[in-house]
């Protein structure tokens, strides 16, 4: 019990508050003891001055000092500072006294003679200024000490100002004792406070440490039930709201649990997939190797002499090696798309020009075709996205749309806004795609018409990389049958 209290919150917070507490009163007696003195000095010296200041203001307008206004601002300011004030004319005679009058006019006559019958040593000169001077003395008789200023006026006449200075040293001490015994009083008052109030704190606190403990212990029957709007409050709430998570989490760990031997029939059938995409791979490859290997065999053995026949043989060997290449490069692609080896780099690009950019690269395959693919966007559409990534997903449309396109030859690029969401689509004239095939085209070497794809060198990847790029932007892509072919579409946003 001993070691619990060391440790609490609590009996920490009682001990750093003791200790900050103490330093505090101990740094302002010794700051008290050191600059208390020089500080009380210095405020002397400066109230002196400010009944001077007033002197001299006075003389300026009424060097006799005999307006009634004048002699109640002086007045005033003598009151106010605690000074005693003679002035004399230049004859040595007081035209105005204020306090000891009698007592200054002699202690005039003797600074402007020179002697200090009446003090007890030579003043100490403290400041002096242009035309005054302030010194320290101490009366012989009575050991009072005074701050003096005599100043000479623009009038001739001069003035004495005289204040007391009290023996502040042993003020000091006082004020320093009082203020040590005040200290201790209130840092007894304070630690039995802050007792107190930590105990109203650390009780709640070793509830919430008793709740998580029986957490731990799988028992989350046992709630906090305390009703404080504090941060404790706070913090007994989201223990609860802890425990039924816990308890949900639990439960799902078992039905995960079950779940865990459909996730192993999954991998078996990730397996499976893996081997029918090895098994497509070679199918694909199988008969460009076959006829590469054929041709090269005709062209060894000699079977022909005739130069077309070898530029034919040669030919063939070129372009099924040229489909095998492109086979390789999209395979290459597709797998870091899905693997997501190549970051999405979004940027703000004009969708038109790059299909426009598109378009033209296809212009000679188009015009082989003597197709004219229709795209009459003329003003920028900006959108958000990978740029390059998205030129990918255009060309594979166009491609498409310029390998199935029937005798119509109608191949139209449109573009589309609202809400937000820009759409590009790309429509073909030709037979429209079975609702089984459309859920099935996104899917690798799937070939709707093997037959023609075979004959343009297509192996079903295209698409593919489509559905990756717009998974990896998760944007909406898709193909729809319209009247007299086929639409694909995807969608972008136009802003970030």
Sequence with gaps: MEKRMKHS???????????????AIAIAGAFGSAYLGDFYASKKQKSIKNVYEKVRQVSDTDESVTKTENIKRLNSVCEKYGASMIILDSSWDPIYAYGSGKMLVSRGKDIILGNNREQKETPDIIEEGKNYQIQ????????????????????????????????FQESIAISNKFYLLVGIVLLVITTMTIILIARRYTRP???????????????????YEGNRKDEIGVLGESMNELSEKLEETIT??????IELHRDIQKKEEIDEM??????NVSHELKTPIALIQGYAEGLQEGISDNPEDLQYYCDVIVDEAGKMNQMVRQLLNLIQLEQGSNPIQMERFDVVSVIRGVIDSMKIKSEEQGIEIEFLEQKPVYVWADEFQIEQV????????????????????????????????VF?????????????????????????????????????????????????????????????????????
């Design 205 to 223: 606190v070793l509830q919430l440490a008793e709740i998580s403990k029986k957490m731990s212990e799988l028992d989350f029957e046992t709630k």
């Design 9 to 23: 919150i609590g009996f920490k917070l009682s001990i750093s508050i003791v200790v900050i507490m103490s330093l």
């Design 136 to 167: 320290s003395t101490e009366e012989g008789d009575s050991s009072r000490k005074y701050y003096e200023l005599f100043a000479t006026l623009p009038s001739g006449g001069t003035v004495l100002i005289r204040m007391s200075v009290e023996n």
């Design 274 to 279: 893996r081997k029918d995409f090895i098994s």
């Design 428 to 496: 073909n004239s030709g037979n429209q795609i079975s609702e089984e095939d459309k859920e099935n085209i996104w899917v690798k070497f799937y070939k709707v018409d093997k037959a023609r794809t075979r004959e343009y060198g297509g192996n079903g990847i295209g698409l593919s990389i489509v559905k990756a790029i717009m998974e990896r932007h998760e944007k909406n892509f898709g193909v729809e049958n319209r009247e007299g072919g086929v639409e694909f579409w995807f969608e972008l946003d136009a802003q970030a």
């Design 394 to 425: 255009i060309t594979n449309y166009l491609s498409n749309a310029l390998h199935y396109v029937d005798e119509n030859k109608e191949i139209k690029v449109k573009i589309s806004s609202k809400d937000g969401i820009v759409r590009v689509s």
């Design 252 to 257: 799902d760990l078992k039905k995960a649990n």
